[in-house]
């Protein structure tokens, strides 16, 4: 993808002067390419409790999200010079989280990969190793980050080594009767400990939750309503 600095750049130098620092009168500004091509923007908000500072890269993630998620390619982060300016530690580890190691960010005399920013990064994997648990919010994979809110997840019990343990799939289809929807399964669930896990799994995906227990018995742990053809709602604790 073809990233555009001057524009990058401009857009953060922009939201620079939007920047509220009553305490460091130090604005900082950020832009960023999403792997879409959409460009986001955030600023530096200070808190009289000093240590609430949100720094520009925070917005950033946020409008990341609030306009509909995806990965980070390049950002520009700027001072009130409106030169490049490093982001802090803490964002460096937010900033891998959401761009991953070959997120671009400005510097001089050239870019640097958050491979470089924030070497040997902790991450899920350092996690899993331990914990032995795969999955969790974080791991929506990018390429299905587009269908988050959308179609259905089905949480049903499965034999692993013997063992009985809840997974469940992500169903590109929200099952409205009558409607032309593309079916088919975007993602298969992880291995999970009880149904309570599973249902988590879900909701981070879409607010339409299905279990399915071993009988083959429907009940609805999603948000609202049930649907017409499920008899009754999931309740933590039963199943
Ligand atoms: N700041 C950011 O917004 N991003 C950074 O990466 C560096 C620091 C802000 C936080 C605080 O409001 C001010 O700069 C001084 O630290």
């Not at 950020?30 to 955030?42: E, N, S, Y």
């Not at 530690?89 to 991953?100: A, D, K, M």
């Not at 994997?125 to 974080?138: C, F, L």
Request: charged share 20%; aromatic share 6%.
């Amino acid at each position: 993808m073809e990233i555009d600095w001057a524009s990058l750049r401009a857009a953060a130098i922009e939201t620079m002067r939007l920047a509220y620092t009553p305490i460091s009168d130090f604005p900082v500004g950020v832009a960023g390419l999403v792997d879409d091509g959409r460009v986001i923007v955030g600023c530096n908000v200070e808190n009289a409790s000093i240590g609430m500072t949100l720094c520009a890269e925070c917005g950033l993630i946020s409008a990341l999200y609030a306009s509909g998620g995806g990965q980070l390619v390049a950002i520009s982060c700027v001072d009130a010079a409106g030169a490049p300016l490093m982001p802090c530690g803490r964002c460096r580890q937010l900033l891998w989280e959401h761009g991953g190691p070959d997120l671009l960010v400005e510097a001089l005399p050239q870019p640097l990969r958050m491979s470089e920013l924030l070497p040997h990064a902790f991450g899920y994997p350092d996690m899993d190793r331990v914990t032995g648990r795969v999955g969790g919010a974080a791991d929506v994979p990018p390429e299905l980050a587009k269908w988050r809110g959308r179609g259905t997840v089905f949480v049903h019990p499965d034999i692993s080594g013997g063992e009985t343990i809840w997974t469940g799939y992500w169903e590109r289809s929200s099952g409205e009767p009558g409607s032309a929807e593309e079916k088919g399964i975007l993602e298969e669930g992880p291995n999970l400990a009880n149904t309570a896990a599973a249902v988590a799994w879900g909701l981070v995906r879409t607010p339409r939750i299905v279990v399915v227990d071993a009988q083959g018995n429907l009940s609805w742990a999603g948000e609202g309503e049930a649907p017409e053809g499920i008899p009754q709602r999931w309740e933590e604790g039963r199943s």
